[in-house]
């Protein structure tokens, strides 16, 4: 989805994305880059995907395994969507090997910590289900749609999803053994002071000083995940 390219944009610039397309064979359309610097040529491709006979998802998981191994830091979070219309088809080969081939290659993903969203369009609940229960990372991250017109509202979830997880916070408690004293060094915070002020106490080193309901001070951390 077009929109998908957008909304990452807008809430992580910085992010990292790519496009493989695949039927009987994979091919990356656009290697893994800085989402800000490549939204033009991202849409374009999104725009002149075109369905075509066989369906191997395994050798789509596969080229994604190949862009994210190795290319980011063990600290990064990684995702992959599989979006697909059809159940997995090729020549000769059964659909039972066909879809042990796409199992391997999602539990490849799983091992370098990739999460794995499915989107099905479409009304087969057999496939559906398979892509839900064997590829997805959990059934929370299988989705599916009966035609297009769904398409858009799943990509804005699931984007929103990812864009929840932009910050993490870290609380520390204070011992009440000691005490958390101010710039000068020498006098402490008081609970009538923090609790005095919205919000909490800025700190120099950026963390919120604040008082729970038990009085015991705790100093907040709104940090970054790359």
Known sequence: SSGFVDATNAESPDSKLGIVSFNT???TNNSLGDVSD???SLKTTISNLTANDGTRPD???ANAYNELNGALSINQRKYVILFTDGKPEYGGISEATLKSYAVTQANNLDAI???VYTVFLGT???NRDWLANNIATSTAHAFSASNA???DAIFDQISQEISDYENATITDYIDSRFALV???NATPYTNEEITAVTGGIVLPDGGVLNVDGGGQQYITWTVPIS
Do not use: E, I, R
Request: aromatic share 0%.
């Open 38 to 40: 490549n939204v033009s």
């Open 59 to 61: 050798l789509g998981l």
């Open 124 to 126: 087969d609940a057999t």
């Open 113 to 115: 910590g990739v999460t």
């Open 25 to 27: 064979s994979a091919t």
């Open 149 to 151: 017109g769904g398409l």
């Open 182 to 184: 101010k710039p000068d």
